[in-house]
Structure formats: structure tokens, C-alpha cells
């Protein structure tokens, strides 16, 4: 029997109108709009691209949003006192650093000047430090929208046999954290991993988050596992996007699969606004 699909694009969709909901709520009740302000060092052509639909996804919703252009030669102090001014405003709740910054630039050091009380992406060490502590706020975007796809979707972490194949900051590792904290089983994989097909195999629960087109093969997963496939890799060539499993013989074995795309990549930026609006709601004044 072929799994069933984790469909994302709608759960997300699902998301967005409860939000807009909840956004008409704070206005109307306590005066708050919820307001995102998105800071874009450089002219990175995919970066420019996911700000600004960034931006309109927080306006579709009722947010506020800006998107703060700073230019590709910022030293590290100018885009430090941008986010300081933020941290300052009241009217701003959440402030995102578009991931990466230019190479000049020490990324962890301006994740930091970000006030953890609007910190909605999740990744500063403060966020990331509160998520091994198990009392975070506010969750890197990726993982928290693939913990809510499947709860969503009624699927049981608890006691589960989890792998994550992947350690980056803003994905693998506080995935993996996400999973632990909902009491699974979790092994961490990386390039250093030795028989990862065997490891794989081991999953009731696989996430990917590598970044190389199907590389992990359809006999690798575990009859009924659900999958997660965190991967967005451009088939060379072409205008096709794949994910980092083999779909099309995975969906023969697993019991859930998200596909690539319309899976994880739409629960993300649902993530940014929801963990925005819990901003406003939780310190707006
Ligand atoms: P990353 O920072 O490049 O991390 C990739 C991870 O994969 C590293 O931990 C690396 O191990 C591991 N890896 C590489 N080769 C491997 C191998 N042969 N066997 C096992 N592990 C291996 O990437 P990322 O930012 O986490 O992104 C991963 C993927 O998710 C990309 O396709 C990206 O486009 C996608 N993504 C999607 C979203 C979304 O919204 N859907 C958001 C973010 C990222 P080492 O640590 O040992 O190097």
C-alpha cells in the first residue's frame, strides 16, 4: 500500500487562516498588530526572494511586516545596531536575520543581538540554549512546522525509534531536539555516520535534512515509517526540485511521506508568522 501524503501546502494554508483569525483578534481586542521585521544583508538572489515572501505572507495574514535592505558591505556593528533599534521598538515582535549573511560578517554573533523575546526564527544561542533546557519560546521554523505536520496529522513521537540525518543549526540538530523533548528515540546522522542505510532502516520516524537529491534510497526505509524530507535540491539542468529521499520508491514502504514539493517548505514560513504572532501576543503591549 503507498503512504499516505503529509500535505503540507494545505496544512499550512489551514495554519494561515487560523492565524488571520487570531491576528484579527489582537487588533480588535488589545489593540496589538503583529509586526515581523525581516533584515536582508546583500543581494543574495534567493535571499531576496524568501524575504519578500516573507513579507507578503505576514501581510496576507493582517501582520505588519518590513523587509530592511542593508547593503552587502554592512560591517557587523551596522547590522548590529539595526537589530538593537528593533530590540528597542514596541511595535516591532519578531525579527528575522535572512540565513546566511555575507561571509565578512559573524553570523552567531549577530544572531545573538537578537532579544530572545523576538527571536522567532529560533537559532540564536539563547532560543537554541532554551530548546536543550526544554523550555523554549520560539523554535527554528523548519523543525517546529515538521513537529506540526505531524501532529496534525495525529502521528505518534512518543516512544518512537526517531533518525535524523542532517546536524545544521537551523535544521537537523534542533529537529532532532524537537523529537527528543517529545520523548522519541533519537540518533543524529551526519557525513561522518558509518552504514547510515543500516541506521536508517532502524526509523519509525526518518527526517532528512542534507541537501543531496534522493540520496537516501527507497530500500532504506523501514516498512510503515513515516518520512519527512526536509530537502530542496534542484535537479540539475532542469526547473525540477527534489527532495533528499527517493520518493518514488519510499512511498512504496512508508506509511507517511511529505513530498517535495508542497511537504515541510510551506510549513516553514507558516512557522515564522504563527511564532510571530505568539510574540505578539505573549510580550506585545
Ligand atoms: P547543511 O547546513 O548543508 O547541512 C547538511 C547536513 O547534512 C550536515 O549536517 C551534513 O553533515 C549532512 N550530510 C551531508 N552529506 C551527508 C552524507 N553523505 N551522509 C549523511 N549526512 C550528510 O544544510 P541545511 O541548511 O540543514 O539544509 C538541508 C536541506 O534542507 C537542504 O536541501 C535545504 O535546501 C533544505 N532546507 C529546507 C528548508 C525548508 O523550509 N523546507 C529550510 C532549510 C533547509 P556534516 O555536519 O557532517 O557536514
Same mark, same amino acid.
Given at each position: ?6 500535505d ?5 494554508k489551514?495554519i494561515?487562516a487560523?492565524?488571520?483569525q487570531?491576528?484579527e ?9 503583529p ?6 544583508v ?7 526572494t ?16 518590513d523587509l530592511i535592505?542593508?547593503p552587502e558591505d ?5 547590522v548590529?545596531?539595526?537589530i ?7 511595535t ?8 546566511p ?9 549577530i544572531?545573538a543581538?537578537?532579544?530572545v523575546e523576538?527571536?522567532?526564527d529560533g ?13 523554549a519560546?520560539?523554535?527554528?521554523c ?7 505536520l ?12 526517531a ?22 528515540t533519537?540518533t543524529?546522522?551526519h ?15 526518518? $527526517?532528512a535534512a542534507i541537501?543531496?537529491?534522493e ?8 516498512m ?5 524530507d526536509?530537502?530542496?535540491?534542484? $535537479?540539475?539542468?532542469?526547473?525540477t526540485d ?7 520508491e ?18 516553514t514560513?507558516?512557522m515564522?508568522?504563527a511564532?510571530?504572532?505568539k510574540?505578539a501576543?505573549k510580550?506585545?503591549?
Open positions: 500500500m503507498e503512504a499516505k501524503i503529509l503540507g501546502s494545505a496544512v499550512a489551514e494561515r487560523e492565524l488571520a487570531r491576528v483578534k489582537l487588533k480588535s481586542e488589545r489593540g496589538i498588530t509586526r515581523l521585521s525581516v533584515i536582508l546583500g543581494t543574495d538572489p534567493a535571499s531576496v524568501y524575504t519578500k515572501m516573507k513579507k507578503k505572507a505576514s501581510e496576507a495574514i493582517g501582520m505588519l511586516s535592505e542593508l554592512s560591517t557587523q556593528e551596522q548590529k545596531d539595526v538593537r533599534g528593533l530590540n528597542e521598538d514596541p516591532v515582535h519578531g525579527i528575522l536575520v535572512q540565513h549573511v555575507p561571509k565578512h560578517l559573524d553570523e552567531l554573533d544572531l543581538t537578537v532579544a523576538k527571536d522567532v537559532i540564536s544561542a539563547l532560543s537554541l540554549g532554551r530548546l536543550v533546557l526544554g523550555n519560546d520560539f523554535v527554528s523548519t523543525p517546529l512546522g515538521i513537529i506540526t505531524m501532529e496534525r496529522y495525529g502521528i505518534e513521537i512518543k516512544g518512537k525509534e533518525v535524523v540525518v542532517g546536524r545544521s543549526i537551523i535544521l537537523g540538530k534542533p529537529a532532532a531536539l524537537a523529537l527528543l523533548e517529545r520523548n522519541a533519537v543524529i546522522c557525513s561522518r555516520t558509518q552504514n547510515l542505510p543500516e541506521v536508517v532502516r532502524r526509523a519509525d520516524i526518518l $527526517v541537501g543531496k537529491a540520496f537516501i534510497k527507497g530500500d532504506w526505509i523501514k510503515g515509517a513515516v518520512v519527512i526536509a530537502g530542496y535540491n534542484r $535537479v540539475e539542468g532542469t526547473k527534489v527532495g533528499d529521499v527517493e520518493f518514488n519510499a512511498v512504496k514502504r512508508a506509511s507517511y511521506i511529505t513530498p517535495v514539493p508542497g511537504g515541510v517548505g510551506p510549513m514560513i507558516a515564522l508568522l511564532q510571530t504572532v510574540a501576543n510580550y506585545g503591549r
